[in-house]
Nanobody, 126 residues
Framework: VQLQASGGGLVQAGGSLRLSCVAS????????VGWFRQAIGKEREFIAA????????YYEDSVKGRFTISSDNNKNTVYLQMSSLKPEDTAVYYC????????????????????WGQGTQVTVSS
């Protein structure tokens, strides 16, 4: 499985960006796609996930209400719409697949990445 993340860039505080994650290669019957981010000097942080059906989503408190995860299975693409961006959102953002995630709320919160994309830089200026 290959994941290609894109859409990062430089934006002012309060602005918006939409990240995309395109998957190719092997498919799975049930899986979840998640977004992580890693700021300089900090550990990688899990921030959102969506089930294979697109019907269930999960957000960490740090992004809840500001970020929206969605999917277009026809395009094998998962999006992360980021709004009301803050300087503390500055990080490299990664998408990942958990190939055995059933997509229930209890499973999404326990997302374990099996495949990673290459990351896309998001910089929010104050």
């Amino acid at each position: 499985v290959q994941l290609q993340a894109s859409g990062g860039g430089l934006v002012q505080a309060g602005g918006s960006l939409r990240l995309s994650c395109v998957a190719s290669g092997r498919t799975f019957s049930r899986y979840a796609v998640g977004w992580f981010r890693q700021a300089i000097g900090k550990e990688r942080e899990f921030i959102a996930a969506i089930s294979w059906s697109g019907l269930r989503v999960y957000y960490e408190d740090s992004v809840k209400g500001r970020f929206t995860i969605s999917s277009d299975n026809n395009k094998n693409t998962v999006y992360l719409q980021m709004s009301s961006l803050k300087p503390e959102d500055t990080a490299v953002y990664y998408c990942a697949i958990d190939r055995e995630n059933s997509g229930t709320p209890g499973s999404l919160v326990k997302f374990e990445a099996d495949y990673w994309g290459q990351g896309t830089q998001v910089t929010v200026s104050s």
